[in-house]
């Protein structure tokens, strides 16, 4: 009897699997199409983690599930191999990026591979290849052809660790989400893309497409769609004029001062003389705060008066105007009418300050805000508002509109949270942005033929303190002409940030190497939309979010024929260290996947082990016995079919014992992976092994269905397990690959524990019997009376009058 051995089975399938070709995607094939997609990986100096490993084993397993039902999968790889992981490992361990790549990808490559993963590698590649980025320059000069993509001189996140500037989603509670420095502000001329003009577009389309509500409302939270009013105050003695963004003009009664920003435009000229020293160190102070220092809502609010004063238009009331940390110069206008009778942060200020406090519902004084600070205004009726006093909040809040739009002192405005992407990195290593500027023409598009604009080979490419590229060093690189009027001109040096290239990799596994277009539009018309997409949480409101952005701008520029990128998303949960704590290289907690597979376990027992591990959205954390189970599992399954194929006994009585564990399961097992409950299914797999054990105990192969079922256990078990699977199977006599058979199916009829002996008559004379599972319904039972030969011969031809049916005894065709 042969042992099992998952490394002289493993790498032996593997081999023969990509001989084969067997999970090659076919162009234009007539079978429906099916998309999985996995996020591909950066390929890290630090190999595949488990992380990935979940990832990818849950969209293999997607895949060959799909496979088996007969459609064309696609289940593609490939690297996303700019940015800044792959420049600091490269500085680090003193090679260049390029090598640096190579080396992580080759490793990657081998990695992937021995997980036996059903990847189409024909049409694998990394976005840091000349022939990758030549189009994501081109699709990005598509943009700027447009306008949406223009440069700005702006205060940006700069990241002083890794010398970069950062968008506004890379930023995570004030810090870098690479390196968790804390980030600061640097004004830099930059590039953005317009993604705000995306803004409802982003929203809308998520009702199109299957996401999670978290992964959608997260997305909906970030783009923060307010709807509001921009109310403009006059300033006493004074032509200027102060704009308010409130989301609350029904409280313009209850305004008791305004607030700037300390970096708004009109401090400085507002400021009386006298006021002047105490602004300006509290601006110094600001200044040194970070955004979410600022807006922390248990922070005591602070202030300064700047002595001068605004006018209500709606009473004409005076107002003091302040300056406060807690307003945002990036958002609305910068500036907020302070209502501390009806909002939290405001009250907070005027109880400091002891500014006057007017709330103008008909709320219970401020007893809301002494408990809990919040309180529901829409619940309440006007007062303190004159006229509107004693209205419904909705009514009054409409005819509060109506009267300051007739006042000229305002007018609805929508403001999103969500700012413009800025698109520039000072990094050697990313794709250069293919902008020539021109001291006549200002910044002009390389022109098609000249793309890709390549990296330029350097010696140095460590980034600059400056907030200036490494490659503006590169003076022959550089120094270039204008494609317009031919006259000295510089090129850009700026690069892309790593979500560039991520932006559209997935159009690209359509028509990987196609070099006269960025993919054959009649290979995006087969392939359409992504019919499934895996990937991590974190990336909802970035990677996520800018493809789609990328997608909806493509479909208007009649690039793509589908409006949304990936009809459905799904987020994986978190693999932590066993003792619940994040896995890190500094706490020396990494588990390291090729270490299990190499420790003689294998790799199909650690894809069962991180499938069965929790479901499949959950965080959760690792155990390290769990390989050891289900390598158990694989090694019973093992034996099972060895001791069949020596087994001697005649096959004879039909088991409805075995036909029911067998359908039971293939209808779990079917119904969970359908709904990605792999853990379950895997549960169901293991009781399916435990019964045949059982009845084995009892009729030692005899019952005529063992073959089927045990056939039918390793199609069941493929997808999880794609060696073992394979290599039982073929033992059992198969000659083609187990993962192109097809999905057994289940017959209910035979997992219902009783059966009864229906009679069937035909004018009240007996004509036959079925066997069917009690308490089926007439439908069921007259079909299956068709379906016995004997009786279909009496009634072929017939036309029935009339059917008598008598629950669990008998049915009488009267003809
Ligand atoms: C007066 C008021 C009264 C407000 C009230 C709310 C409730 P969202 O929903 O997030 O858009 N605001 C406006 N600009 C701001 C800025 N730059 N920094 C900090 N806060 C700002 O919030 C809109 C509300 O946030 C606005 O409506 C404004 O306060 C404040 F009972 O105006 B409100």
């Known amino acids: 009897m042969q042992r099992y051995n998952p490394k002289e089975i ?76 792959t420049e600091n490992y490269a500085i680090k361990n003193k090679i260049s990026p390029q090598q640096a790549t190579d080396e992580n990808i080759a490793n990657f490559r081998r990695e992937l591979e021995s ?49 970069t500037g950062l968008s506004n989603e890379e930023v995570i509670n004030g810090r870098h989400e690479r390196c968790d420095t804390l980030v600061e502000k640097k004004t830099l001329k930059q590039w953005l893309l317009k993604i705000t003009a995306y803004a409802d577009r982003l929203i809308d389309g998520l009702k199109d497409v299957d996401y999670p509500s978290r992964i959608a409302d997260q997305q909906i939270n970030w783009i923060g769609r307010s709807d509001g009013v921009d109310v403009t105050f006059k300033i006493e003695n004074s032509d200027k004029t102060i704009t308010a963004f409130t989301t609350a003009h029904d409280t313009i009664y209850g305004v008791t001062f305004m607030v700037l920003a300390p970096e708004h435009t009109l401090v400085k000229e507002i400021t009386t003389p006298e006021h002047k020293a105490h602004v300006n160190s509290y601006i110094k102070v600001a200044q040194s705060k970070t955004e979410i220092e600022r807006q922390d809502e248990g922070k005591e609010k602070t202030g300064v008066f700047t002595g001068a004063y605004a006018i209500n238009p709606i009473n004409n009331e005076k107002i003091p105007i302040w300056i406060a940390d807690y307003v945002l110069a990036s958002y609305g206008t910068g500036a907020v009418m ?102 006549d023409h200002g910044a002009v598009a390389v022109p098609e033929d000249q793309l890709p ?19 503006a060093a590169i003076t022959e690189w550089v120094n270039t002409t204008c494609p317009i009027c031919g006259k000295p001109a510089q090129r850009e040096t700026d690069t892309m940030p790593n979500w560039a290239g991520s932006s559209w990799y997935y159009l690209r596994y359509y028509d990987a190497h196609n070099d006269s277009v960025f993919a054959d539009r009649k290979k995006l018309d087969y392939w359409g939309a992504v019919d499934m997409y895996l990937g991590g949480m974190e990336h909802t409101t970035l990677h996520l979010l800018y493809s789609r952005f990328w997608h909806q701008f493509f479909y208007d520029q009649g690039l793509v024929p589908t409006p949304e990128p990936y009809a459905a998303r799904r987020g994986q949960g978190i693999i932590l260290a066993a003792d619940n704590t994040k896995m890190s290289k500094s706490k020396g907690n990494v588990v390291n996947p090729s270490d299990i597979i190499d420790s003689g376990y294998g790799a199909d027992a650690l894809r069962l082990a991180i499938s069965f591990l929790a479901p499949y959205d959950q965080t959760t954390p690792w155990s390290p016995e769990s390989v050891a189970g289900t390598h158990r599992l694989l090694q019973r399954v093992w034996t099972l079919v060895q001791e069949f194929q020596t087994q001697t006994a005649e096959p004879k009585d039909s088991s409805p014992q075995l036909n029911r564990i067998m359908h039971r399961t293939i209808k779990k097992v079917s119904s969970d992976l359908d709904r990605m409950n792999f853990n379950t299914a895997i549960a169901a797999l293991m009781e ?79 004509r036959g019997e079925i066997s069917i599972a009690s308490g089926a319904d007439q439908a069921a039972v007259e079909k299956a009376a068709w379906d016995n030969k004997k009786v279909a011969g009496y009634l072929e031809g017939q036309t029935i009058r009339k059917t008598i049916y008598v629950p669990n005894k008998l049915v009488n065709f009267v003809v």
């Open 10 to 85: 493993e790498p032996k399938w593997q081999e023969a699997w990509t001989t084969d070709q067997l999970y090659k995607a076919v162009d234009f094939d007539a079978r429906q199409k099916y998309i999985m997609l996995t996020e591909f990986p950066y390929p890290s100096g630090a190999g595949l983690h488990l992380g990935h490993i979940r990832e990818y084993t849950y969209g293999d397993i997607l895949a060959r599930f799909k496979r088996m039902h007969n459609l064309n999968v696609l289940y593609p790889m490939g690297y996303d191999a700019f940015g800044l992981p």
């Open 115 to 163: 997980l036996g993963y059903g990847f189409d590698w024909t049409r694998s590649f990394r976005t840091s290849d000349p022939e990758y980025y030549k189009w994501t320059q081109w699709l990005f000069l598509q943009f700027f052809k447009e306008g949406l993509a223009y440069q700005d001189e702006i205060a940006i996140n700069w990241c002083p660790y890794c010398r």
């Open 338 to 439: 302070g209502v501390p009778g009806e909002d939290a942060r405001d009250y907070e200020f005027a109880q400091k300050y002891e500014l006057p406090i007017i709330y103008t519902t008909e709320q219970q004084e401020f007893v809301n805000y002494q408990t809990e600070l919040k309180h529901n205004r829409k619940k309440y009726k006007l007062a303190n508002s004159e006229e509107f006093n004693g209205l419904d909040f909705k009514v009054g809040r409409q005819k509060i509109l109506e009267k300051i739009i007739e006042l000229k002192a305002g007018q609805s405005k929508v403001q999103y949270k969500l700012h413009d992407w800025i698109f520039s990195r000072q990094h050697y290593w990313g794709e250069p942005i293919p902008i020539i500027h021109c001291q």
């Open 453 to 471: 604009v390549k990296l330029p080979d350097v010696e140095q490419y460590e980034p600059t303190a400056t907030g200036e590229s490494p490659l």
């Open 688 to 766: 399916c092994v435990n019964e045949l054990y059982h009845v084995k105990a009892k009729d030692n192969y005899a019952a005529k269905e063992w073959s089927w079922s045990l056939k039918t256990l390793l199609q069941l078990l493929a997808p999880f397990a794609p060696h073992i699977a394979e290599e039982l199977w073929h033992q059992l006599g198969q000659t083609e690959s187990i993962h192109i058979s097809l999905w057994p199916a289940y017959e209910e009829q035979y997992i219902v524990e009783n059966t009864v002996t229906i009679i069937i008559q035909v004018n009240g004379k007996l």
